[in-house]
């Protein structure tokens, strides 16, 4: 069985809840992703920040979770940090409702394909994860989840098909995306509680 790792890239956030201090929606989102993670079978689970993002990787991380520092915060930096593994996926971290099938999803077809990418539903910019066999393809590009498309992850392969592009989600990145949170949907229970404090009378 391939040996497989999923990384939560906790790169930069740039916009919170009206109320919600920054840095304290930006750990929520973290830790709801960290923990998500921590509930898949058949994969490790590893956590990759700046060194400037290190305390807040630490502060988040289950005992024995794998940290990595890389240069920039980009799913690229991270494959080539990685060691010992056949299969790695990267995800953003605000999507802290991220149903685990579409980890999934986003996993099998590098039975066929060097690369998966999960594009952000709803046809926004950016991309929900980047997946690839080890080591990553010389040819994929230097990828910037916020803005990064499956056409320029497409871009310098050989075929346009060693690009599979599989099922998205949404990011939490302003107040349309904060709307469609479903209360009903288990998990994200660090976010669920910032926004039901933000939203407390005083």
Known sequence: MARRVVVALLGPVHWSPPGVDLAEWRAALAEDVIDLLATLNEVEVAVAVTPSDRALADALV???????????????????????????????????????????????????????????????????????????????????????????????????????????????????????LDPAFEGWEATRALLSGSTRPA
């Not at 579409?102 to 990418?117: C, E, Q, S």
């Not at 997946?131 to 992850?153: F, I, K, M, N």
């Open 62 to 180: 289950w005992p024995g979770t794998a940290v990595y520092e890389v240069a920039e915060p980009t799913p690229n930096a991270v494959f080539a940090a990685l060691e010992g593994y056949d299969q790695a996926a990267v995800l953003v971290s605000d999507v802290p409702d991220l149903p685990a099938l579409t980890v999934g999803k986003l996993l099998r077809p590098l039975t066929t394909r060097p690369v998966a990418v999960a594009p952000v539903e709803g046809g926004g910019p950016g991309l929900l994860g980047v997946a690839v066999r080890l080591p990553a393809p010389e040819w994929l590009p230097t990828l910037e989840l916020g803005t990064a498309t499956p056409a320029e992850a497409r871009a310098n392969a050989p075929r346009p098909g060693d690009v599979a592009v599989t099922a998205g989600w949404r990011r939490l990145r302003g107040p349309a995306d904060l709307a469609t």
